[in-house]
């Protein structure tokens, strides 16, 4: 009954700078993401309210990126006014007991079941084939029982490093956007900074 969130939000995609281009001209569209070990499982992803964190994503990737197939050449970031529609909020706790429903069909299908892998100093979860396996499983059933299908889905992820010892926080704290109908994306833009001669003092 309180799937469909109410209002719109920004939503912040870190991408190279020809890639932001074409879409605010309308030369192409954002594709979905379909990777194996995508933590919030297929669709288009956002950074929520924090160009920051895409643009440090941007960085990320062409900092890392294999130099002969390098996707991104100049970090940028397009901004999204999206409507979540019917969400699934993993911060509301009836959609976690979704999940514990998926990873049972995962567990009683009969295959081997992926597993979430560590990666870096930190030992964190940052390759997710699990969760997105479980997350797919969802949407799978819900549309092999003829119920409403899920437009999106949303979840803090906590990453990186303690801001201070013995913190509760850690430096690349989020929450992410996994847009699966692209009509929920209602227009693009191109961030802004602030103009400073405005700022209250």
Same mark, same amino acid.
């Given at each position: 009954?309180?799937?469909?969130?109410?209002?719109?939000?920004?939503?912040?995609h870190?991408?190279?700078?020809?890639?932001?281009?074409d879409?605010l001209?309308g030369?192409t569209v954002?594709?979905?993401?379909t990777?194996s070990y995508?933590?919030?499982?297929?669709?288009?992803?956002?950074?929520?309210?924090s160009?920051?964190?895409a643009?440090?994503?941007a960085?990320h990737?062409?900092?890392h990126s294999?130099?002969s197939?390098?996707?991104i050449?100049?970090?940028a970031?397009?901004g999204?006014?999206?409507?979540?529609g019917a969400?699934?909020?993993?911060?509301?706790?009836?959609?976690l007991?979704?999940?514990?429903?998926?990873?049972?069909? %995962? #567990?009683?299908?009969?295959? +081997?079941i992926?597993?979430?892998k @560590?990666?870096?100093?930190?030992? =964190?979860l940052?390759v997710?084939?699990?969760?997105?396996?479980?997350?797919?499983?969802v949407?799978?059933?819900k549309q092999?029982?003829g119920?409403?299908?899920?437009?999106? %889905? #949303?979840s803090?992820?906590? +990453?990186?490093?303690?801001?201070? @010892?013995n913190?509760g926080?850690? =430096?690349?704290?989020h929450?992410?956007?996994?847009?699966?109908?692209?009509?929920?994306?209602?227009g693009?833009?191109?961030?802004?900074?602030?103009?400073?001669?405005f700022?209250?003092?």
């Open positions: 009954m309180y799937s469909t969130r109410s209002g719109l939000i920004l939503g912040f870190g991408c190279d700078a020809s890639v932001a281009k879409v001209n030369k954002l594709k979905a993401s990777n995508d933590w919030l499982g297929h669709g288009i992803y956002f950074w929520e309210h160009p920051s964190r643009m440090e994503f960085k990737l062409q900092k294999n130099r197939k390098r996707a050449q100049k970090p970031v397009i999204a006014v999206i409507d979540l969400c699934l909020d993993l911060l509301d706790y009836q959609n007991q979704l999940l514990k429903e998926g990873y049972q069909i %995962v #567990r009683n299908a009969g295959s +081997e992926p597993q979430n @560590p990666i870096g100093n930190l030992g =964190e940052l997710r084939d699990l969760d997105c396996s479980v997350i797919e499983a949407h799978k059933f092999k029982t119920q409403a299908p899920f437009d999106s %889905v #949303r803090v992820f906590y +990453e990186g490093n303690e801001l201070y @010892p913190a926080f850690r =430096e690349k704290d929450i992410q956007i996994c847009i699966r109908n692209p009509n929920c994306i209602k693009f833009f191109l961030p802004r900074m602030m103009d400073e001669a700022l209250k003092v």
